[in-house]
């Protein structure tokens, strides 16, 4: 799923490449993808694109006459920029995994697009990124919020790090894969119960969620949009990494399983070398 990072990555791409050029038209091929229905998409034709912005995992791209196509792009979605589109001819409903395109005067312009079955890209058109319910829920950004405001956010819902580290009404932009290299950075059990953290501990929290953000967005940025999967996936110290060392203490990475999701650590760095054998049976949450 792209988190802060890669949504702020492809944010100022845009700016880079599509700022100043005006919308030809827009065409939706998933209808299902298309959140809002008023005002409609052929309300964007003619406009300019005057800015790209990110709010959480959300992507903002912004039109004159302050309209905004806010997506969010989900576990499988992403944006492809292209120079120019092999045909005019529209697209066909329902065929292949675009959801939607936007094609710019110059001819060039971007697909928004969703791998696998389970369709769950959204992109809603409206004059205010706060008619976005996503948006609308939304705590402060995970990259902005200083220690105080990190502590309180953290501490105002009790539960396992891991899940409230990524809970985007208490701190927003971290997902999965963020998490996992925060609380590695931070020497934090995934497992770790919010409202037990010391002041210690959360002020390390605070400075591995920074660090580690800050480091990708600055690895990110200048990349086109189709490097950006491949230059996350080179900063990774163990997530998707179950089973290969850790590259600061030559641990094995292990994986605690979901049901639609997984959590990789390393036990050495972060439980005192003992591994979580289940969510739901593990007690060792320090």
């Known amino acids: 799923m792209p988190e802060l990072p ?29 959140k809002t229905y008023d005002p409609a998409p052929t309300a964007v034709s003619g406009r300019a694109v005057v800015d790209a912005r990110r709010h959480g995992k959300f992507l903002d791209v912004i039109f004159d006459g302050d309209l905004h196509l806010v ?56 004059t205010d990124p706060a008619q976005v319910p996503g948006v609308a829920k ?13 502590a309180e956010r953290l501490r105002s819902r009790r539960g396992q790090v891991k899940g409230v580290l990524t809970d985007q009404a208490v701190l927003c932009g971290v997902g999965n ?28 929290l605070h400075a591995a969620t920074r660090t580690v953000l800050g480091d990708a967005v600055r690895r990110s940025a ?33 994986e605690v399983s979901f049901a ?6 390393c036990p050495t760095c972060q439980t005192g070398g003992k591994p979580l054998a289940d969510r739901r049976l593990s007690r060792l949450v320090r």
Do not use: M
């Not at 845009?14 to 038209?25: C, F, I, K, N, T």
């Not at 992403?78 to 001819?107: C, N, Q, S």
């Not at 939304?138 to 990190?150: E, M, V, Y």
């Open 71 to 126: 997506v969010h792009l989900a576990r499988a979605g992403w944006l492809h920029y292209r120079e120019a589109f092999p045909a005019t001819t529209p697209l066909r409903p329902g065929k292949g995994p675009i959801a939607l395109r936007v094609r710019l005067d110059d001819g060039s312009g971007f697909d928004l697009t969703e791998a696998g079955t389970q369709k769950k890209l959204a992109a809603y058109l409206v």
């Open 6 to 34: 890669e949504v702020e990555a492809l944010a100022g791409y845009l700016r880079e490449r599509a700022v100043g050029r005006r919308v030809d038209r827009v065409e939706v091929a998933a209808i299902n993808a298309l």
């Open 260 to 265: 639609d999701s997984s959590l990789q650590y």
């Open 222 to 254: 200048g990349h086109r949009a189709a490097e950006l999967k491949g230059e996350k996936r080179s900063g990774l110290k163990v997530h998707a990494r179950t089973g290969l060392p850790c590259p600061v203490c030559g641990d094995t990475v292990r």
């Open 177 to 204: 894969a963020y998490s996992d290299e925060i609380l590695h950075a931070a020497k934090l059990s995934p497992f770790a119960i919010t409202d037990r953290l010391t002041d210690d501990q959360l002020a390390t």
């Open 138 to 150: 939304l705590g402060p950004d995970a990259l902005d919020a200083d220690l105080a405001t990190f």
